[in-house]
């Protein structure tokens, strides 16, 4: 999947949206794991959404409801939506495309 390379993170208040982009420099495959991670300041990185290998997709249960993972192999793309944002989703958001990391992208949600 060679680099990955994120986007759309930004400043947004408390209620609104957000898109996440991860783009993969090579080809993804529909069957290879993949997933989106945050880290808060002061805490561990934490798992938000992932797809296995085998095709089923989790969600952390603090964004169940809110967020939404997706995928376009045919653009080498995973996507997170993010709506109903709260401030405690403030974090660095990764993408993790098998053993690969993005650089992160911030994400900061005011009250």
């Known amino acids: 999947q060679g680099q990955l390379v994120e986007s759309g993170g930004g400043l947004v208040q408390a209620g609104g949206s957000l898109r996440l982009s991860c783009e993969a420099s090579g080809s993804i495959y529909s069957f290879y794991s993949m997933a989106w991670h945050r880290q808060a300041p002061g805490k561990q990185r934490e798992l938000v959404a992932a797809f296995s290998s085998g095709g089923s997709t989790t969600y952390a249960d603090s964004v169940k409801g809110r967020f939404t993972m997706s995928r376009d192999v045919a653009k080498n793309t995973l996507y997170l939506q993010m709506n109903s944002l709260k401030p405690e989703d403030t974090a660095v958001y990764y993408c993790?495309?098998?053993?690969?990391w993005g650089q992160g992208t911030q994400v900061t949600v005011s009250s």
């Open positions: 993790r495309i098998r053993g690969t």
